[in-house]
T-cell receptor, first 107, second 114 residues
Framework: RKEVEQDPGPFNVPEGATVAFNCTYSNSASQSFFWYRQDCRKEPKLLMSVYSSGNEDGRFTAQLNRASQYISLLIRDSKLSDSATYLCGSGYSTLTFGKGTMLLVSP | DTAVSQTPKYLVTQMGNDKSIKCEQNLGHDTMYWYKQDSKKFLKIMFSYNNKELIINETVPNRFSPKSPDKAHLNLHINSLELGDSAVYFC?????????????FGPGTRLTVL
């Protein structure tokens, strides 16, 4: 079983839609969780850290479910500019990334 | 005001050659990393240095040798390049670490081995 798994997508949604991604992790000792955004041919950029109590940043909400070992990312009111690949990362002594979920937002 | 920079951005070379990639961060971070992202987009850690000391060395061929002259720089030298080395190599840094803190990535070096 891969350490961090994500549905590769693509998720095709219209502008204004709400979309959610999940990411499962296998290392129960993981203490740190992040969501990154990667545009085509660019580097991953930190979108948000994921805290135990869940956290929100504008249209983006991240949740952590330790019991089921997954983290989620909810994007509300999708914009065309949200089109990208979303990578989740989790770890304890090292950070392991999933392969990413591609989001395509259409007009 | 570039945070993490890498040179070169593109590298095209023949099999068997030796090449180096340089990375510098001006964030004052203690920890730096090298990642490889292959054609399947899987981002895999190769090495991590904390304050110039090697702390993570994943299963990477010993043709790859990182060097950290100071905590702001982490270079990667690759000997005897092979076709399978073609990938994008990302440098990253974090305030302390590894693993427990957000990592900030450089723009990547796209290596093509012919």
């Amino acid at each position: 079983r891969k350490e961090v798994e994500q549905d590769p997508g693509p998720f095709n949604v219209p502008e204004g839609a709400t979309v959610a991604f999940n990411c499962t992790y296998s290392n129960s000792a993981s203490q740190s969780f992040f969501w990154y955004r990667q545009d085509c041919r660019k580097e991953p950029k930190l979108l948000m850290s994921v805290y135990s109590s869940g956290n929100e940043d504008g249209r983006f909400t991240a949740q952590l479910n330790r019991a089921s070992q997954y983290i989620s990312l909810l994007i509300r009111d999708s914009k065309l500019s949200d089109s990208a690949t979303y990578l989740c990362g989790s770890g304890y002594s090292t950070l392991t990334f999933g392969k990413g979920t591609m989001l395509l937002v259409s007009p | 005001d570039t945070a993490v920079s890498q040179t070169p951005k593109y590298l095209v070379t023949q099999m068997g050659n030796d090449k180096s990639i340089k990375c510098e961060q001006n964030l004052g971070h203690d920890t730096m990393y090298w990642y490889k992202q292959d054609s399947k987009k899987f981002l895999k850690i190769m090495f991590s240095y904390n304050n110039k000391e090697l702390i993570i060395n994943e299963t990477v061929p010993n043709r790859f040798s990182p060097k950290s002259p100071d905590k702001a720089h982490l270079n990667l030298h690759i000997n005897s390049l092979e076709l399978g080395d073609s990938a994008v190599y990302f440098c990253a840094s974090s305030p302390r670490g590894p693993g427990g803190h957000e990592q900030f990535f450089g723009p990547g070096t796209r290596l093509t081995v012919l």
